[in-house]
């Protein structure tokens, strides 16, 4: 791990030794800032009517997005939508995920997140570009990597979690959409997000924010202090965040707070008896003895008897709040980062510079119903058991918060502590036009968590009080055989039996890059009829890490239903790099970049060869074409590699086979779903790099200052997918295979069926044919396609008497997206088949920007529309299905207003509304009886926010 701090040590110093040339003087206050905004539209272009500003001094670096060339000016060819602190601050949003998923690039449904109750890595949050993977967006901070989060995207894959990434201390947000890898090397397949932080600052800076939302949920407070300033050949930039957010609980949204029906606090659906019912679906409820009395008073005095689904007997005990008492949509979190750079100017020729950030985050949150309830665990297969008269029970019993003593009393826990920091040197090889730059790289994420879990012994004691003792088993079915005391199971334990079923659980993750860069590059390297041809080269070497050990206690039994495998292992990597951009004429330049990466894992190696080709040709002035064509990889991931076998429950696993025999296919995810399914994963053997090309094209037309229009095309090609079998696709599959739509001698049937019946990835017990077991396994499994428009129009207006007005507008229209699972199997239309995606087809944005003619006020109207989504029957049923459709889009309006007091210099106070008509997601019947109500994949339920906050920037000159 440590290896490369020498070679680091070791390049800094040849590079420092050759360029000490001069004796130590003074240099001028870093002009980075102004470098970095000269260029200020979110769709970068260099408009020719006007004059290049000039080149900022040579120690001074540059964040240039998408380029290795040193040169604020440069021109690649690759659309680069920027986003800046004060738009970022003006449109309301409170967190880097924030600004990110409301680009219009962000098309994909999210898994998991705060909204994710009891899904996977609910504390962290994420995007994905054009409906891909989110391990396909490679994230930045100062264009040098960062470390992957250690939890999994949905249980299968690496990816970068945005939810400790200090929102007040960016300067800038660059997405650069398509290939990057022969910049960056891998993950750059559906673009690059480089988050640039502040560069320089003189003077300070103090910045207060509160807000809530009014639903009285999710209150939120920020603080930041910032400080910089020149010392001579010394300057100093540093910054401090806390930020706190209260939970948000469902039972405080109207949409979420009551069900429309009951839902379940104490129930036992009854299968009925194999001879009486062979098709094994549910028949009816086994009543309270009582009629639910004793459980009247739970959820505030709301239980009683509730009727069961149509054409079945009996009722059982049931709430309509038995579900959003006890789930959190947002995280309770409190977040401390801080920001340190520093550099330190040897002389004209040599500049030291070292960069730390870092946050430490505690969240918590409750996933709700599926952690609250227990079920007859132990007597698996199915959770069910059989009583004296042959019929076949499913007892489930969901606790409330008067036996629980408040959801609050059992939260989940996770801290987090994620850091990035480097230390290097950057400079000139004398009076050459040749500019250096080496680092040495560290960037971190550990994640402890804390997790109540029922424990084996008191659960079986539990269920022993209520089931009695085992009077035999079931020869046919394999159930044990009870004479249970329903009064027992319809009565209300107490806060004290409660807490004996429980004890929490620690687990901890910990990932880590370690990299060393060194750089050279020319911007004037020879002159060519279109001004001065620029060279950069790169070589750099690292280690990438990730390990998720296992608490032993999760496999020695004492866990219900928990055991895990622990993974972990690292990877080193040699890469070399160069780019050489061409202003061939006046008119037209050409970018070409390639990149050699280079990677070992122990017994294996792979390696992976990228270029980008681009073009930028201005017919006239005002008309700019670009287009570039470039290939990408990724590299399977560090789970897909070190993962052990893992065993786990899978979710709601649809039996797509006995609802198509049974049902017709109707009603499926309701009736047909096994509540949990023991599911072993397998690592993968022998996995190759994920293989990508893109290419895009467009134009800029720019007919006058401060108007421009920009479309551009991108298509994306991914072929030798690596990914963890997905297990709705897997049940998809089992039924095709089953009933002949596939070939059942076919290669594909052979794995998923087995040969017989036997040794498939399905298997299911004989005689009722319910399914019991699944296996999943990482493979090269697929491929992938996307083609895209995206447009944005910028217009500011000619002064007026009453101010300043300026709009702008962003569009992304997603023309394609197939996914082919298997080679020769019929690619799968994601935006059209809602059993396999519900991602937005298009996404629009746009903002209206007013500033007062003395510039102390200012205000800006954004609004964001997500167009249409299919609906609940289409996402579980398929598109064919009665009632199946989609949501009308959803439109949301942000807003605020800006005061900066003539009277007290450096001082803007602001007023912002976010969800300014207070829109809930868009209306689908198809949720009436499905907690949360609503696809929280694609929306959010939030409602209207208020934020006030108040920005002093004082002591001296101020910039970004």
Avoid at 738 to 745: E, K, N, Q, T
């Amino acid at each position: 791990m440590n290896s490369y701090r020498p070679i680091a040590a070791a390049v800094l110093l040849a590079f420092a030794t050759q360029s000490f040339t001069a004796l130590a003087q003074d240099v001028p206050a870093s002009t980075s800032d102004s470098a970095q905004n000269n260029n200020t539209q979110s769709s970068s272009t260099q408009n020719s009517n006007t004059t290049p500003p000039p080149k900022a001094k040579r120690l001074d670096t540059v964040v240039v997005s998408g380029s290795l060339i040193n040169d604020a000016q440069i021109e690649t060819a690759s659309p680069t939508y920027t986003i800046t602190s004060q738009q970022i601050q003006a449109r309301g949003f409170n967190s880097v995920a924030e600004v990110l998923q409301n680009s219009v690039f962000s098309t994909g449904a999210i898994a998991g997140g705060p909204q994710g109750s009891g899904q996977f890595a609910q504390g962290a949050q994420t995007i994905s570009l054009y409906g891909l993977n989110p391990e396909y967006t490679l994230t930045l901070i100062d264009g040098k990597p960062i470390t992957q989060f250690g939890q999994l995207y949905n249980g299968q894959s690496n990816f970068d979690n945005l939810s400790n990434i200090p929102i007040s201390m960016i300067d800038h947000i660059d997405i650069i959409p398509g290939g990057g890898s022969s910049i960056y090397g891998s993950n750059a397949i559906a673009g690059v997000v480089n988050i640039v932080t502040k560069q320089h600052m003189d003077g300070a800076e103090i910045l207060v924010r509160t807000g809530n939302y009014q639903n009285d949920g999710g209150a939120n407070q920020r603080i930041t202090m910032s400080f910089g300033h020149d010392y001579g050949k010394l300057n100093v930039l540093g910054s401090l965040e806390f930020d706190n957010n209260s939970p948000m609980w469902a039972s405080q949204i109207p949409l979420i707070r009551r069900n429309p029906t009951q839902a379940p606090v104490a129930q036992v659906v009854d299968y009925g008896t194999p001879a009486t019912n062979p098709s094994g679906a549910p028949i009816g409820i086994l009543s309270a003895p009582d009629g639910c009395a004793a459980l009247h008073g739970l959820f505030g005095g709301t239980t009683g008897p509730a009727p069961p689904p149509a054409g079945q007997f009996g009722t059982f005990c049931g709430s309509p709040y038995a579900y959003s008492e006890s789930s959190t949509l947002q995280n309770a979190s409190r977040t401390y980062s801080g920001m340190l750079k520093v550099r330190y100017d040897v002389n004209d020729h040599v500049r030291l510079y070292s960069d730390i950030l870092a946050g430490y985050q505690v969240q918590r949150f409750n996933p709700g119903p599926s952690f609250d309830g227990v079920e007859a665990l132990q007597y698996f297969p199915g959770n069910n058991i059989e009583d004296t008269n042959g019929n076949i029970l499913a007892p489930l019993r969901n606790f409330s918060p008067e036996e629980t003593g408040g959801y609050n009393n059992w939260m989940f826990s996770q801290s987090d502590l994620m850091y990035q920091a480097d230390i290097g040197a950057n400079g000139t090889f004398g009076d050459s036009d040749w500019d250096w730059d080496v680092y040495y790289l560290r960037s971190g994420d550990r994640t402890l968590t804390d997790t109540p879990m029922y424990m084996t012994a008191p659960v079986n004691a539990y269920w022993s009080s209520v089931l009695g003792p085992v009077l035999g088993t079931d020869p046919n079915s394999g159930y044990n055989i009870y004479n249970p005391n329903w009064s027992k199971f319809y009565s209300p334990i107490s806060q004290q039996q409660y807490a004996g079923l429980l004890q929490y659980i620690s687990g901890k993750t910990n990932t880590w890059v370690n990299d060393t860069r060194a750089t050279i590059s020319n911007s004037n390297l020879f002159p060519l009829p279109g001004g001065s041809a620029s060279l950069a080269w790169l070589v750099e070497g690292g280690n990438q890490a990730w390990y998720a050990p296992v608490n032993p206690i999760l496999n020695s039994g004492q866990v219900l239903g928990a055991s895990a495998v622990p993974g972990g292992g690292q990877r080193d990597h040699y890469d070399s790099a160069f780019e050489l951009n061409l202003p061939l004429f006046k008119q037209l330049t050409l970018d070409a970049s390639a990149r050699y990466d280079y990677l070992t894992v122990p017994n294996s190696s792979n390696n992976s060869v990228t270029y980008r080709i681009g073009l930028e040709y201005r017919p006239f002035d005002t008309l700019l074409l670009r287009a570039n064509y470039a290939t990408a990889f990724l590299s399977p991931d560090m789970a897909s590699i070190f993962s052990g076998p893992q065993t786990f429950f899978s979710q709601n696993v649809v039996d797509y086979y006995l609802c198509q025999q049974l049902a017709h296919g109707q009603n499926c995810s309701e009736n047909y779903a096994y509540n949990q399914i023991t599911t072993t994963s397998l690592p993968g053997v022998d996995l190759q790099p994920v293989t990508a090309k893109s290419w895009t094209g467009g134009f800029v037309w720019a007919p006058r200052a401060g108007a421009s229009l920009s479309v551009d095309y991108l298509h994306i090609a991914i072929n030798n997918e690596v990914a963890q079998q997905d297990t709705n696709q897997l049940m998809i599959q089992d039924a095709q295979c089953l009933d002949g739509s596939l070939p059942a001698g076919s290669l594909l049937c052979n794995k998923i069926i087995g040969v017989n019946g036997q040794g498939g990835q399905v298997v299911r017990n004989p005689y009722t044919q319910q399914v019991t077991a699944l296996t999943l396994y990482y493979v090269n499994i697929s491929s992938e396609v996307t083609d895209s428009v995206t447009a944005e129009a910028k217009y500011a207006f000619d002064p007026t008497p009453v101010g300043q007005f300026t709009l702008q507008l962003d569009y992304n229209d997603m023309l394609k997206h197939e996914y082919q699972i298997y080679p020769g199997t019929t690619p799968i239309n994601m935006l059209t088949d809602p059993l396999y995606s519900t991602e937005f087809k298009s996404v629009a944005s746009g903002a209206a920007t007013w500033m007062s003619p003395d510039s102390a006020w200012s205000s800006t109207a954004y609004w964001h529309r997500y167009g249409a989504t299919p609906n609940y029957v289409a996402f579980n049923s398929g598109p064919s299905a009665p009632g199946a459709g989609s949501v009308s889009p959803w439109i949301v309006w942000n807003w605020s207003l800006n005061y900066s007091p003539p009277r007290i210099k450096g001082l803007e106070l602001s007023l912002m509304i976010n969800n300014l008509m207070n829109k809930r997601p868009p209306k689908d019947g198809g949720f009436y009886t499905n907690f949360p109500y609503y696809n929280g994949a694609n929306y959010n339920p939030y409602g209207r926010e208020f934020m006030l906050q108040a920005d002093w920037r004082f002591g001296g000159k101020t910039g970004a």
